[in-house]
Each structure stands twice: as structure tokens, then as C-alpha cells.
């Protein structure tokens, strides 16, 4: 992506005035993006974004600097942006070796979307519209988006690494509207794989248009939903926000050292019941947060976070394990070369356990099944989160029955990992996500099996 | 750092894209270029530094009522004229609609704003930095049990934008914010509460350590010992800020695209009371007070003053040329954009009109009530098109008009439908959001708090 000479010519002048470690990181991102919405293919918007990230750090200050510049005036102009931003003191000129490093890639990618023709991405849009309104007579409006994007980035540092990763990543969504006495509904489904165009040899678009509309159909009969504070049983896949809200923020490093977060200090304890294992792997092949090197350019790992209920580690980045004196985690991302990297989660989820689903539903008198949580947010500090629930039913004498509006889960982190009672061995991922941060985006994955919260508050449906 | 023209030049560029329009063709070119220096304090240090410079292009092409997009992160030249091509072969996919078009001078004059801070782009970094330390220092020297921050930041941003048509729209514009902000970690008991703390304006001069350090103190070590209140009717009342948050909701709800589409709940109600008729609200970036303010939309249309709900009574929505030509009507100016987008519809500059009554005498008037700070979830707990609302929320129980205990971990569950006609009263303590928001306290009876 950028001659080597360049880079090393870069990050000499970043440390020129001293520091401790310069890191170059070069992006060229391309994305391509169709809408069709109200029966009508809208617009294709077709992007483009280069350039490099330059950070300087010195003890614990980091000074960072961007250009779309990457000529060697723009990189050196950004180098010493960055180095005067550190404020840096000592000085002295220092040769930075660099060893070139291939990280394992998860998975190869077959068909490069930018090789297959707009008019066959349109093709997938008409034909998942078309299938979700065929529904049913009750679907009033149908959205359908197709984006896929190609994000090459190289990360050079002056430790003498240097690597580089080649993202590729499709996504389909489509939102079904039904119109029916009771008002408007929405029904939401979509398929995401860090994988190119063969995405669609193995799904069915048509499909993800049915289960839409479906969706939306659904909660036309639906009931308010109960509120109050009442048993949860969570569906396999459909649930993994709940782990990444209500633990997963709080295991990030940045947070943890700075006391933002309830899991502080808490290494070795038993936080969950013995049940729970948590894992976030950045390496799980086509998964949504799955890549090769994180955006700092360490290799994408395996974490067991949480084992068997116990605490055993928290996730991390550069700079806070260079702090800590420990290997990092592989979870240092970033948006794109105009951000700063922190301390962010990959493919999250539990591992199947050793209950029967129905046996968990069968044992549970009364309370809620949620097939489908949307998103949510979660306060690190006191563990408190909340998310919404897109498909849920209600659960009366041990079965499955009505299906119920959307509303908001509320609980607390701590609380709910230690007291679920009961984990099914039917673990499925969930949907492609975007986690916020500070401002940041990055695409997650998720899952969980079946699980049982026995006492989570129901927002309910006024 | 990326080099590019600034001032009329940004306007040239802008100029020679859509110049360079077929016979049949339009073409608009929107150009904009920031820089932003921001500063994080931590534990008596910088933590980061982060000068950035950005630039960009997005270019519709329309032939035939067909519309292609492209966009480059970038301003040299190869990069613009390959955003140009795409766009043009973009457009071939497209399906034709009729309603497609770029906009055309309205005659609408530019209000007369002035929303470029002279003194900032002169400020050295070590001012800056200087802030971002002092801003720490004072939130956690104000009270005990605030022992930390999670971050104290200094940021600002100054920004130009162009947009040129082969329509005849030729515009430039510029302007610039600063903030400070800080998440203040109140902790007693072994409990931890976060909160932040704001101070926004143009100028350094407009900026307020006090201000941004007191509001976050004070907001995290107000809920310290909240704890799950018992399910109940009580009496919301909303701060400014929740006020302002409730008024974005609805005034998504109040665009133009999602009334065409079909996906707002308001969408046949112009005329109709749809609010309390003590509510007024309007959508003004003409309005210098607000950050929204903005003298040239999306468009490049003149941004004006839409009066959305007059006394209750539903006035109209808000579009942008698309869907102003399609709803019969005209755009009001309210297209929103970045480089990277096609210009949608969005309120920038919200403002309930001022009722009666301070924060402190309205409280004094509920019974038995809670003081809404803040509400979580709001993006899975609200959907836009049914008006369905749950929510996570933290606060101050109100009992014979006085604050009594915090509370978390509970949720209000309603409709906004519902929620805007019953409100009972509406305070006339005008606060502007760093949103561009301007909100009230509001006081809505008889709202389901779902605890234990």
C-alpha cells in the first residue's frame, strides 16, 4: 500500500524530536452502497477514503495526527503534527527497522465485491422487496439496503512492525413496515458476513425479505408488552447484545484503569454463574467483528474472558497493556485513520451450555421470550443498561404464546451474569453490529444460546 | 495538512465539477474542508492530542430523473474527478423518478449571520491544553467524593463548505464551535456514578470551566445511593436537556421523507392538534443562539425559520427539495448532508417557545413525581414510526413539590403521541443544547415508572 522506504522515512521524522513509540496507519477504503425504498432503487452512492494516521507516544501522552496526503511532504507534514502534539522533550535521531509480518487471515475471501456488476447488487434489492411484500396484503413500505466496502489498512510502528490487512466486509438489511388497526410496525432483518459477494451463494435474499415482513406482521397482533419485573428467557443468537452491554464494556482495559468500571479489580473472582464462559474472538472466520491484525497490528485472538463464572481477564490495546507490561488482546480498533484506536470488542458471545432449551422454557410459569433484542447502551460505571426488544412473546405455563410489543429490558451487569439460571446447549451468533464508543464505530458480532435471567425489568408498552 | 483551497477557492472547486454538466445532466458538487485540535486530560497530564485536518467531495449526477451519488475523502484532483465519473455511472442503475432534481434558486435571501469565531483559529495549542488540565482540575477539587475524571477534553472545530449546481446554486459558508467536556466518577460507599458536563460556544471566551465542571459534579453525586423504585404512576418532569431530547424524537418524525414513505405517525395530521396547546415549537437556524445555526443548507438553499407546531396545532414538515417537490409543496431548506451522503431531511435548530414559569416553581407544583436526568436506550426503545416509547431512566423522585431520593434502573414506558398531549405545563427556562437544541422544562402527569 505505501513503499516501505516511505514509512520508515515517516515515523524517523515522527520520533525526530524523541518519544517512545510512532505508528504509522494507512487506510484505503472503498464502499459501495445501494438503497431501495418505497418500491424505487434510490440512488448507488459509491466511496472512497485514504490516508494515514500518525501517533506519537511519549510516557502518557499521545499526540496523533491525519492526512489524506500520502505523499511523502503530507506524511512528513502529518509526522511532525503528531511529534509536536506529544509535546516531545528529549531528542536524537533513531533508525527504525522494520520486519514485515503475515498474520493468518480467518478466512478467504472469494468474489471481491468491487468484480460484481451494480446492476446485479440492484438485482438483490428488487428481489428482497419483492419478497417481503408478498408477505402479506399488510405491508405498506419496505426498505432495502445492500453496502459492501474493501478496507486495505497497513500499520507500521517504530518496535520495527509492520503489517497489513485486507477487510472485506457485504452486509444486506431490509426493514418491512405493516400498517394494520392498531397502527404501524416495523420488522427488521439482515445479513452481514466479513466474507464478499459469495455471502448471497449461501443465503437466500428472499428470505431475509420474508423474515422482515414476517417480523412486522407479527406485532401487528401483538400485545403491549407486560412491565414490571418478571423472568427473561433469551433465544439462541438473538441475545448477545445483553453480554455485550451488560459485561463486555466493563472488561474493556480503558475503562478498567481509569475506574470507569464496575468489573475493576475483580480478576480471579466469580462474577457469573458457573455456567457462563465469555469469549471475544476476533479470529471467528466471516463473522462481522472478525479480521487478521486489529488496527494497531496485533493478530486477531482468541480471550476467554470470562471461565466457567470466574473473572480471568479483560481486553486490550496498545497502549494500555504497554502500560501493564503485557501482551495486548488484539481488541485495539478504530473507526478509520482519523481516529484514535481504543480498547474495543471483536465477536462476543457465551458458549453453549448444558441445559435443554424447552426444559428452560417448560420451567419458567410465567414471563417473557425474547427471539430478537435490538440495540442498547449501558452505564460502565454502575453496570446499569438497558435494550430493546424487536421479537418477543410472552411465556405462560411453561409455553411460548402471544407475541408482544417492543419495549426496553433494564438490569444490571453484575447482577444478571451472577444470577442467570439456566444455559442452553443451542448456541447460535446473532446479527451483524455496530458498536459506538466515544464516537467511534466498529462492526461486532455476537451470541449466545438459550439463557435464563430470572429477574430482569420489563420497560413494557404503554 | 491535505492541501486544499480554502474560502472562494473551495467555491471554485465546487464551481468546475458542475461545470462540467452534459446537455441533459445536472450536476451538484458539495465541498467541505475542517480542521479540529482536540485535547484529553487525565490525571494531570495530556492524554492525547489529536490535530486533524479533513477534506472531501460528494457529487450527485441526475439525467434523466435518474440519481447517482459518489463521494472521495479527498480533494486532488484525480479523486474529484473519479467521484464525478462514479456518480455518472451511478445515476445508469438508478430507477428514474420524476420527483428527482437539484435545487434552484428560491429567492429566499441568507439571513445575516456571522458563525466564524475571528479569534479562535489564532489560539496557540497550549491554551488549549491548558483548558483541558484546568477543566480537570476543577471538577475533581470541588467535592469529595469525586475522585476522578474519566476524561476532561477541549475540542473545536472550524469548517467551510461549498456547493455549486448546474442549477444556478453558487455558496460558500463557514463556521466554527468549541466545547469543553468532562465525565465527572462520583464515588461513596464502594458505588460509582458517571456524568458529564458541558460548557459549549463559539469563542474560547464563551467557553466555562465552572460551568462544564459544577454540572458534572453535581449531576454524578446527585444519583449517588439511587436505588430501584417501586412500579408507579408519578408526574414527569423533564429537564431542559431530556426536553430537548423528547423534541428530537418528534421533530424526526416531523421530516418530510418519512412522512412520504409512510412511516410517520403524523403524517396526516397537519391542522390537527397533536401537542398540548400549551406546546410551541419551531425548527429556526436563523436563530444565532442556537449552534445549529446555519445560513445555507445542504442544497445550498437559504436555511429559514419553520414553525412546526403552533399551540398544539401540527403547522407542516420539513423538506428538502426532493421532498418538497413530491409532497406538492416546496423545501424548506432543511436538507441535511456530509460529504459522504446525499442531503436528507433533518431539524438542526429545535426550539420549544418559552411558557411560564421557572424549573423551580414548577417542580414546586408536582405532588409526587420524577425529575427525568437522563434516559437510556432511547435508539432501541423509541421506534420512529409507531411513536412507541420505553425507556431506560435516572432521576430524582418529587414528592410535595421538593426533590426527594435518586432513582435508577427503572423505565417510562408510553407513546410520544400521548406524552406531547398530555403535557400539563411548560416552563420558560429557555436552555440551548451543544445539539443546537433549545429546550424547557416540561411537566407531563400520569407516565408509568416501571421499577420493582
Redesign the interface.
Known sequence: MLDQDLIQRTLAAALRTGGDLAEIFVEDKASSN?VL??G????????????AGIRVIV???????????LTLA?LL??AE??AA???SGGGGVREVALERQHAPRPHEVSVLPETVG??EK?ELLRRADAAARSAGAAI??VTARYGDSRRRILIANSDGLLTEDDQVRTLLSVMA?A?GDT????GYQSIGRTVGFELFDRYDVDQIGREAAERALLKLSARP?P???MPVVIGPGGGGVLFHEACGHGLEAD?VA???S?FAGRIGEQVADPRITLVDDGTMAEEWGAFAVDDEGSVAQRNVLIQDGILTDYMWDLLRARKEGRPRSGNGRRQSY?H?PMVRMTNTYVLAGPDDPEDIIASTPKGVYVAH?????V????G?????M?EAYLIEDGRITEPI????L???GPEVLASIDAVGNDFAMGSPGMCGKDGQGVPVGDGVPTLRVPAL?????? | MTEAPTGPDLLDLATRVADQARPGEQVEAFVARSTSTTVRAYQGEVESLTQAATAGIGVRVVVDHREGFAYAGTLDEAAVQEALDEARDNARYAEPDEFNGLAEPDGVEPAPLDLWPKDLPEVPTAEKVGLALELERATTGRDPRVKGVRVAMYSDGLGEAAVATSTGIRVWDRSGTSYLMVQALATDDGETQIASGLSVGRELTDLSIDEAADDAVLRATRLLGAAKPATQRVTLVLEPRMTATVLGLVGGMLNGEAVLKGRSPFRDRVGEAIASPLLSFVDDPTDPRSLGADVYDGEGLARRRNELVRDGVLQGFLQNTYTGRRSGTASTGSAARGVSSTPGVAAVALAVTPGQGTHEELLAGVERGLLVTSMAGLHSGVNPVSGDFSVGVEGLMVRDGALAEPIREATIASTLQRLLLDIAAVGADLEWLPDGTGGVTLVIPDVTLSGS
Not at chain 1, 384 to 388: K, L, S
Open positions: 445501494a425504498d418505497d424505487k432503487v434510490e440512488h448507488l452512492t459509491s466511496g472512497r477514503d485514504r490516508g510516557g502518557d501522552t499521545t499526540g496523533f495526527a491525519h492526512t489524506a496526503d503530507g507534514e502529518a503534527a503528531a502534539a506529544a509535546r451494480k446492476g440492484v405498506s413500505q413496515v400498517t397502527g404501524m410496525q416495523t408488552a412491565s414490571g419485573t475503562l481509569k475506574g470507569a464496575v482519523k484514535l433484542l435490538g440495540g442498547g447502551q452505564n460502565t460505571a454502575t446499569d443498561f438497558v435494550f430493546g424487536t410489543r417492543e419495549g426496553n433494564i438490569g444490571n425489568t420489563v420497560g413494557g408498552t404503554a
